[in-house]
Every structure is written in structure tokens, then in C-alpha cells.
């Protein structure tokens, strides 16, 4: 077993000025998914440049945004009864943050294209979501509280399904409740009640 | 009520060639979401300015591509027994059409944008098809085949919210079986069988 080592002098100075920059940019982006680069530089007191120099370009500071999203959201589902209820619990956080929504759609859209340079997290992303919730989705089915007549992958396929396909309907019609949408999905998941 | 008036003479000319262009476009487009217009142009016997006359810009005639996807969707789902089954006959069908689902994926993704010039066709685009897909779901609900302890226009969002979900899933891995997948779904919105 290898301990990691914790980073020192101008290195750790590094990292923490790369987390705060990060820090930034996920609070700009949540509100405009399309903030220009200049805004997160100004408020973190870098040029364009200075901040690129931690990212090493506008793209791997998107990612590494979206990055930082997913494991907030994975803390925030920690303590959730299920994975319905934690994937509804980080929708409606998400529905405060319409620019990384947006942020999100757009760029899972553009790295569809397996020459973009996020194509490969994405897809990593996809299969690691989908093994995670299908593995929580098995555990309720032992549990007694997920119909078992469905595959638990295919089930938690549509889970992350919905929750796509949900924010885009969101963001054309914010009156779209896409929390209140993934609960019911959760419920057409639950195994039937013994009468 | 009034009839519609056959086009004639150099109108009705226009519209034949408007339509040779825009079925060209669909067939180059299936294979490839990304296809450059002169491609198109060439297939038609055009330049590109030609192609663009009938269409006015690039993106009208993308929207025109899919609109007319969706005129061929309906029809081919016109005979499906429910909107699940219609659904997941137009995502079987989508397989065979990768550029399609990408140009679809992509265009769509940046028309939640408000100020892009598709955002008003795909608002309406969500709203007619939840609308018809719900009023599909309340007739399978009369008719004891769709489960009564869900609200039916709920049914429909995810519906379209998985069908559009898969796409993104099946881009980033072509594995995924999203027919099936819809097919599940369709199945999780049933009544419960009389024992």
C-alpha cells in the first residue's frame, strides 16, 4: 500500500490555487453556463492566461468544472435511501444552477463526436454512473424495494436516461419540475406493494 | 373551410426541388450529422448558394431536416399500439441513422439557448409531443393498459425524456440497445396484470 503524499511548498501553493480557481468557475458557471474566461480570471485575480496555465485550455477547465460537480453531487447522495432519491435530490439542486446545466448539455452533446477531447470522459462518466447506480439499484432489489421483473442496468440506464433528457425539457421550459419528474420514475421502479 | 390550393406553374417547381433537396439532405445527414452543405450542393446539382436559396441559411435547412424526420416518425408510428411502442419503433429505426441522432443531439442541445434561432422550434417541438404522447397514455389508461396511479402527462415527459436521454447514451456507446431500453420503460408504465 502506497500513503499519498501530501503535496509541499510551491506545489501545494499550486493546488490550492488551481482548487480556488476551480471553486470560481463552478460558482460562475452556475449561473451562465457561457461565462467567458476573462469573468473567472478577474475574479480570481489572474489573466487569461494565468488561469489557462493551471488547465491548459478552456476545455480541460470545463471538464475539470464538471469533474468537481459530480463529486459534489456524489457526497450530496451519500446519505440518500436509494439511487432514485439521490439522482432527485441532485436534480433539484441543479435546477439553482441553470448554467451548468447548460454547460452540461452542451458539452455532453458536442463530445458525442469521438474526436472531441471530452469524448473519453463522457463516456467513462456514462459507464462509471451507470455500474454505480445499477450496483445501489441490486441492492434495493435484495432489499425488497425494486421490482425485480427489470434488469437493474437497464433500470438504472433510463434512470440516467431521464435525467438527460429531462434537463434539456428544463431548459426550454423552466416551468418543467425535473425533480418532482425523477420521483416518479423512482416510483415506477419500487417493487409492488404486498396487498 | 377552405382547400388548399395546388401550387402551380414556377411556385409549384420550386417547391418539387425544395423537397428533391431536403430528401437528399436527410439521406446524407443519416450517415453523418456533420455533412458540409457542398456535399449536399453536389448531390442536388447545385452550389451551395443555390441549396441556400430554398432555404435562407444553413440552420433553416437543418431544422427542415428534422422536421421532416419527425412528419416521418409520426407516420411510421401511426399504427404502433401505444406511445411507448410508437417511441421505441422510431429509436429502432434512429439506430440504422447515427448522423441524424447527432444532428439532433447537438442541434438541440444548443437551441436551449434562448437566443438561438431553433429555440422556438424545439420549445414547441417538446410541447406537441409531450402533449400527444400524454393524450396517447390517458387512452391506454381508459383502456386498462396503462397504469392509473400516475399522472399521464408525467408518463409522457420521461417517455420523451428517455428516448432522448438513450441518444446521448448510445453516441458516447453504440452497445446500448436505446429500443429495447424504451421497450423497458413502456413496460414499467403498464398496468399492473390482473392476478
Redesign the interface.
Known amino acids: 500500500m502506497t500513503t499519498p503524499r501530501k503535496p509541499r511548498g510551491p506545489y501545494r501553493k499550486g493546488v490550492r490555487r488551481r482548487e480556488q480557481i476551480l471553486d470560481t468557475a463552478l460558482e460562475v458557471f452556475a449561473g451562465r453556463g457561457?461565462a467567458p474566461l476573462q469573468e473567472i480570471a478577474d475574479r480570481v485575480g489572474l489573466s487569461q492566461a494565468g488561469v489557462l496555465h493551471y488547465f491548459g485550455s478552456r476545455e480541460e477547465l470545463l471538464l475539470a468544472v464538471l469533474r468537481r460537480r459530480d463529486t459534489l453531487d456524489r457526497a450530496a447522495g451519500e446519505h440518500a435511501g436509494g439511487p432514485g432519491e439521490a439522482v432527485a435530490r441532485t436534480v433539484r439542486h441543479n435546477m439553482d444552477q441553470p448554467g451548468l446545466v447548460?454547460l452540461f448539455?452542451?458539452l455532453?452533446?458536442?463530445?458525442?463526436?469521438p474526436s472531441h477531447p471530452a469524448?473519453e470522459f463522457?463516456?467513462d462518466r456514462?459507464?462509471d454512473l451507470?455500474a454505480t447506480i445499477a450496483r445501489g439499484l441490486a441492492a434495493g432489489r435484495r432489499a425488497g424495494t425494486v421490482r425485480a421483473d427489470?434488469?437493474a442496468e437497464?433500470?438504472a440506464?433510463?434512470l440516467?436516461?431521464?435525467?438527460?433528457?429531462?434537463q434539456?425539457?428544463w431548459?426550454?421550459?423552466p416551468s418543467?419540475d425535473m425533480a418532482?419528474?425523477v420521483e416518479?420514475?423512482d416510483?415506477?421502479?419500487a417493487a409492488?406493494r404486498e396487498e
Not at 455532453?108 to 463526436?113: C, G, H, L, P
Open positions: 457561457d447548460r448539455v452542451s455532453s452533446a458536442a463530445a458525442t463526436d469524448h463522457f463516456a456514462y459507464r451507470t427489470e434488469d437497464h433500470l440506464r433510463l440516467v436516461a431521464v435525467s438527460d433528457g429531462l434539456l425539457q431548459l426550454l421550459d418543467v418532482a419528474l416518479t420514475f416510483r415506477l421502479c409492488p
